[in-house]
């Protein structure tokens, strides 16, 4: 959750506050029981490797996730569960109010609120008006979810700097 504020006359972009919510419960690697762990194994070996990279970069990325190779969880060693009953956009939320806090920010100053969700709660809606009304954010704020895969942050900087700007 990205939250922007207007500052002074001449706009400028700045991180107030961060938020993070991640569940309480965690799953380690050995939660899984074997069998699953052996089928993941079985069906990762039916994927062809890549090609050949295209750059150096690539060539790095590759040399890395090569050593995953035998790895059904590809280096994870933990996954975090929500609660049951738990929504995305309750993380979300949670996320908000520490940014807010952190920030030392009244939800009133606020004029801008982006979201992205990798797993919404609903397929064709967005948490950004139930994120900016549990907030309590005025109603001139301007919520919007930006869907911008792995790259959404860098995506809501970009958007962000250009609202205040214009």
Known sequence: ???????????KLGILGLGVFLPEEVRKNDWWPQETVE???????????????????????LRVLSK???DPLRGATERRIMSPGMEVADMEIAAGKAALARADVDPSEIDLVLVYSTVPDYLT????????AALGLPTSCFSLSVEAGCNAFQQQLSLAQSMLTA
């Open 39 to 61: 089928n993941w194994v079985r069906q990762a070996a039916q994927h062809p490797p890549p090609g050949p990279p295209a750059d150096d970069s690539e060539a790095e990325v």
């Open 125 to 132: 809606t967005n948490a950004a008006c139930t994120v900016h």
């Open 68 to 70: 995953l190779a035998g």
């Open 1 to 11: 959750v990205l939250l922007v504020k207007h500052m002074n006359e001449t706009p």
